[in-house]
T-cell receptor
Framework: QKEVEQDPGPLSVPEGAIVSLNCTYS??????FMWYRQYSRKGPELLMY????GNKEDGRFTAQVDKSSKYISLFIRDSQPSDSATYLC????????????FGAGTQVVVTP | DGGITQSPKYLFRKEGQNVTLSCEQN?????MYWYRQDPGQGLRLIYY???????QKGDIAEGYSVSREKKESFPLTVTSAQKNPTAFYLC????????????FGPGTRLTVL
């Protein structure tokens, strides 16, 4: 069983809809949670970074962490065709010295 | 212009040849990482280095080698011992503190012919 599970999709939504992405994990030591966006044939770029449990909002993006359920989510409001990409969750613990565990990534397609 | 550069963007190799992928950064970050990405499998860690002249194996180090002679550079050699080297290779860095995240380069696509 992988430490981080993420549905690979693809997830297809119409423009303007809310995109909902999630990951589950098994390691209770994870404290830092990230979401990256990756366009085709490009390097991942950091979207959201959250420490421990709670919510964080940045523009159209909201990240949620529920450590009791070992579950993290990313919501994209008012989705645009430019949001079409693969979204990777990643996480680490205080004893892992910056090493990240990644989910497989979810491909999102926003149709005009 | 700060950032991480990887070269070349595309690389073709014949079976049995070693090839070296370049990763350079001017972010003054201590830690550097190499990942391999295959379709549907996310990122898998090959090697990482926390300081100059020191590096550790990641989850899939077999068939790869690295060096860290300078803080700015962390080249990856894909050797002929790597059985399935065709993949997208990503270099990443972070400042070396546990609360920092990783920042990625643009990647190198390696194809073995």
């Amino acid at each position: 069983q992988k430490e981080v599970e993420q549905d690979p999709g693809p997830l297809s939504v119409p423009e303007g809809a809310i995109v909902s992405l999630n990951c589950t994990y098994s390691n209770s030591a994870f404290q830092y949670f990230m979401w990256y966006r990756q366009y085709s044939r490009k390097g991942p770029e950091l979207l959201m970074y959250t420490y421990s449990s709670g919510n964080k909002e940045d523009g159209r993006f909201t990240a949620q962490v529920d450590k009791s359920s070992k579950y993290i989510s990313l919501f994209i409001r008012d989705s645009q065709p430019s949001d079409s990409a693969t979204y990777l969750c990643a996480m680490s613990g205080t004893d892992s010295w910056g090493k990240l565990q990644f989910g497989a990534g979810t491909q999102v397609v926003v149709t005009p | 212009d700060g950032g991480i550069t990887q070269s070349p963007k595309y690389l073709f190799r014949k079976e049995g040849q070693n090839v070296t992928l370049s990763c350079e950064q001017n972010l003054n970050h201590d830690a550097m990482y190499w990942y391999r990405q295959d379709p549907g499998q996310g990122l898998r860690l090959i090697y990482y280095s926390q300081i100059v002249n020191d590096f550790q194996k990641g989850d899939i180090a077999e068939g790869y080698s690295v060096s860290r002679e300078k803080k700015e550079s962390f080249p990856l050699t894909v050797t002929s011992a790597q059985k399935n080297p065709t993949a997208f290779y990503l270099c990443a860095t972070n400042s070396g503190t546990v609360t920092d995240t990783q920042y990625f380069g643009p990647g190198t696509r390696l194809t073995v012919l």
